[in-house]
Every structure is written in C-alpha cells, then in structure tokens.
C-alpha cells in the first residue's frame, strides 16, 4: 500500500539522500580501514622490504600527515567548497594506496603512506562536514550512528583482511584494495552531492597553516620518541616539546590577526565548543590510549592469535555499535542529546574498571562483557559531542568547527598513547622485577631470548619462565586500565557542564540559502 503523505518529490530526495549517505560511508570506510588492515601486514613487509629499524615511520608518517592536515582541510572546504576538498581527499589517499603497494624499499613506503595519511586527514573531516551539509541536525542522529558502526566493522574486518592478503595473495593488496573503494566513492560523489559553491576571493592563512602543521609534528614527535627513542628528559625531546611550544604560541598570534584563520578562535567563545572540545581530547586521551592495550592482553594472557584477538574484540564493537544507532534515533526523535555524553562517559568509566580487574584465568564471558560495557558507553558519547559542535555553529565555519573536534580527539588519543605506553612499560618492568627470580632477564638476553612484547617470543619461553611473563603483563596492562578510570571519571565530571541547545530543524545549505543569495551547486 503506497504512502499517500509522501509526495515523488520527497520520495526522489530520500533515495537520493541515502545514495549520498552510501557514498560518505565507502568514503569513510577507506579511512576506517587503512587504519587496522596495515597493522597485520608490518611483518611481512618488513621480511620483504627489510629496514626493521624504520618499521615504526610506517605507521607515525600515515599519523602526523592525517592529523597535522585535519584542520587545514576543514577551512579549506569551507572556502572552497566541500565537495571539491572530499574529492580531492579521496585522489590523495587513492594515489598513495597504490604507490604505497608498488614501494620497492621502506622510504618509498613511508613517503607514500605520508601521502595517504594527507588524504586521510581529509576524508575524516570532510565527510562528517558533509553531513551537517546535507543533514539537519535534528535528523542527523539516525545517520551518524551508521558512521560508527562504520568504523565498528573496519575495526574486525582491518585484521582479518589483512591476514588473508598476506597468507594467500601479498601485502601490497591491503593498500591495493583501497583502489576500487576509492574510484567508487569519487564517482560517486560526483555523480549524487551538489553543494553550493561559494564563488568569493578568499586570503588563505598560509602562515598559521605552517606554524599549526609545525607545532603538531613536534608535538607528535615527543609523545611517540619520548621515552622510546629518546629519554624524556634528553635535549632532542626538550628541544621539540619547546618548538611544539613556541610554533603553537606564534599560529595563536596569527589566528588572532588574521582575517579568515584556519582555526577561527572565536569557536571557543561557544561554551558547547569549549566542552565539546575538551571532552573529545580527554576521551581520547583515555579510550584510545589505554585499549590499544586489550589485543596485547587477548593475545599474550589468553594465547589468542592475532586474527583470533581481532575476533574477540567484537564485544566492544557490538556495545559501541548498538549505541551508536540508537543514541542518533532517540535524539532525532526527542531532539536532546546532553544526557548521552553525561551516562556514556559514566557506563565507560565502568567498563574500564571491569576491563581493570580481568587476569588469565577470568572467564571469556567476563571480559567480552567488560569489553561490551566500554563499547556501550563509548557509543553514546563520539559522535555526540560532533553533534553539538555542529549545532551551535554557524555554516560558514562548519568544516573549520568540524575539524576542531576531530583534531582535539585525534591529539587526545596520541598523547594518551604516549602516556599510557609510559605507564605500561614502567609497571612492566616492576611486574617482571617481582615475579622472576633475580637475573632471570640477563640470562635469557645471553642466550638469545629476550623477553618482549612479541607473542611468539613469550611463547616460546621455557613453561616455568612462561607463566610468570603473562602475569606480568597481564598485571602490567591492569595498572594502564585502572589509570585510565579516573581519566574517564574527569570526563563524566566534565559532561555535566555540556550545554544543550534546541537543534535545528535545518541543514547547513537550507541555512545558507535562506539566508544568503542564490549561489551555484558544484
């Protein structure tokens, strides 16, 4: 029986808006995926390519050149239009998948995964800028939860994709496989998203783009070396937490002077910002930095494989997946959304308390619900918070504002690593110190078998060696969970400051074409 209310015309426009939120999620998927396919091949390539020493710059080139960008390409695509910057995002990464697959030694690689992570960068920004674009944020709900249940199933398929290419065909194919997915979602976007252009001269904010990209490099650079490479305390990491400093200092002094910044200060004159902003950062900081920690438990303390612990994960993805939908139907529904963020951070700081408490011998039913409880209240907070900044903007700095939030999420993150791989490391060895008997590491490193953090190696240990390894990393990673619990409690804390504001019934171009005149659609 046909829907008399629903007129053709506003049956094309839904079959058209969800063509369009088909294409933004093969465009989101690329980068979603990039993001946990390549860590299973490193291996591989590093037997093929050589260059052990190098093996790190794989991954931290992919991450200084996405995030250092972040900002640049939402102003960009607020003065230039979003769909020309998303395409352009998608040609970036699309080149630098297959020159990433056809490298011949490890500086090809690293070079070209710089490349993707520039156009990585873009692609994170610009499709949730798209959707405020197209998208009231009154219904904006029921589709960003899709988004994360995007990155949900990247996050299961990433590793077992990444097995199957480096078992059975090459690990040149978990870059070539973004080659398709990208020539859809460019043709694609072509094809479905107009949005208007907006024909003006524009002053580019060079300057405060180079000091930006500068401070974060640095700031990158200390948080992944320090400690690791570097001591803390050693002039290379002071020299480039001091540049971090200064370089920050002086994009703040042009920002301030400039006619249309990068980085439009005048964002955090908006209280919903302000929090939006620092709540990002630390969840961040929090989430990203102490569960990078669960796989290593899974495959250390519970002898699962790398594919297995990839499998074992899907508790997390479920709880995370499951909220994100329904969060987004409710407030389409309801039109609030403060109360999300304020139970999400306070079901996450549970969650990882359970996840604190977990040992070799808990049952697998236990820590899948630990893993679901902190993927349930995970859910209700990400994509939330996006949704409030979006809200309380106006439509000319929504990929400025867009790009904020990431940035402060992404940042948060990275530094959360550093931190907690700091804490890690530190109670690893006083665990190890504890459980083994005096001279027991000495005598394993003269004979070749060192205790690291390679699975292989602890397996092979000697059973009466074996033993006490896992449960000092398993005591190890219990201390980074539980440090992270007051960390998520700050931000429960901070989610009671969240303002709600009434969302808007319209899309950012309804607004803009209300309010301004007629312009043309790119």
Do not use: C
């Not at 690329?30 to 993001?35: G, S």
């Not at 990209?213 to 948080?223: D, E, G, I, K």
């Not at 948060?412 to 665990?431: E, P, S």
């Not at 490193?445 to 000092?472: F, K, M, Q, W």
Request: charged share 10%; no cysteine; hydrophobic share 50%.
């Amino acid at each position: 029986m046909t829907d008399t209310s629903t007129t053709p015309e506003q049956e094309a426009d839904r079959r058209r808006l969800w063509i369009i939120m088909g294409a933004l999620m093969i465009t989101m998927l690329l980068a979603a995926l990039d993001q946990t396919i390549v860590a299973t091949a490193l291996p591989t390539i590093t037997s093929d390519l050589g260059g052990l020493d190098e093996l790190s710059w794989v991954v931290t080139a992919y991450l200084l050149a996405s995030t250092a960008s972040t900002p640049i390409w939402g102003k960009l695509s607020d003065l230039y239009g979003r769909k020309l910057m998303l395409q352009s995002a998608v040609v970036i990464f699309t080149i630098g998948s297959i020159l990433a697959g056809l490298s011949q030694n490890m500086s090809q690689l690293i070079g070209t995964r710089a490349l993707q992570g520039l156009g990585a960068g873009g692609l994170m920004v610009l499709v949730m800028a798209v959707i405020a674009d197209v998208v009231s944020p009154r219904e904006r709900g029921r589709y960003v939860g899709l988004f994360g249940a995007v990155f949900g199933v990247a996050s299961v398929l990433g590793p077992l994709l990444g097995g199957l290419f480096t078992e059975h065909l090459s690990w040149r194919w978990v870059f070539y496989v973004n080659v398709p997915i990208g020539i859809a979602a460019f043709l694609i976007l072509g094809a479905v998203l107009h949005l208007p252009r907006h024909p003006t001269k524009h002053r580019i904010d060079w300057l405060g783009a180079v000091f930006l990209v500068t401070s974060v490099v640095m700031l990158l650079l200390v948080t992944m070396w320090g400690g690791q490479q570097y001591p803390w305390t050693s002039p290379t990491i002071l020299l480039l937490a001091a540049g971090a400093i200064v370089f920050g200092a002086a994009f703040i002094f042009v920002e301030l002077r400039h006619p249309e910044p990068l980085v439009p200060l005048s964002l955090f004159r908006i209280s919903v910002v302000r929090v939006s902003s620092a709540l990002g950062f630390i969840i961040g900081f929090a989430l990203f930095g102490a569960i990078v920690y669960l796989p290593i438990f899974l495959q250390v303390a519970r002898g699962a494989s790398p594919t297995e612990a990839g499998l074992q994960l899907l508790p997390l993805m479920l709880g995370l997946i499951i909220t994100s939908i329904a969060s987004g139907r409710i407030i389409t529904r309801t039109g609030r959304y403060r109360i999300f963020p304020i139970i999400g951070t306070l079901i996450a700081t549970g969650g990882m308390f359970m996840l604190s408490t977990i040992s070799p011998t808990s049952p697998f039913w236990y820590v899948a619900l630990s893993s679901f409880v902190l993927g349930f209240g995970l859910g209700n907070v990400m994509q939330v918070l996006l949704l409030a900044v979006q809200n309380s903007v106006s439509p000319r700095q929504m990929g400025a504002a867009t790009s904020t939030s990431t940035f402060f999420r992404s940042i948060g993150g990275t530094i959360g690593t550093a931190v907690f791989g700091a804490i890690f490391t530190a109670q690893l060895a006083t665990q190890l110190a504890s459980k083994l008997p005096p001279g027991t590491e000495a005598a394993l490193a003269a004979s070749g078998r060192s205790i690291e953090t390679s699975t292989a190696n602890i397996a092979a240990l000697p059973p009466a060696i074996h033993e006490p390894v896992v449960y000092a990393f398993s005591d190890a990673i219990n201390h980074t969970f539980l440090f992270a619990v007051p960390v998520l409690l700050a931000a429960f804390v901070l989610s009671l400051f969240l303002k709600e504001s009434p969302l808007r019934t319209e899309s950012s171009i309804e607004q803009t074409l209300a309010n301004d005149a007629p312009m043309p659609l790119d």
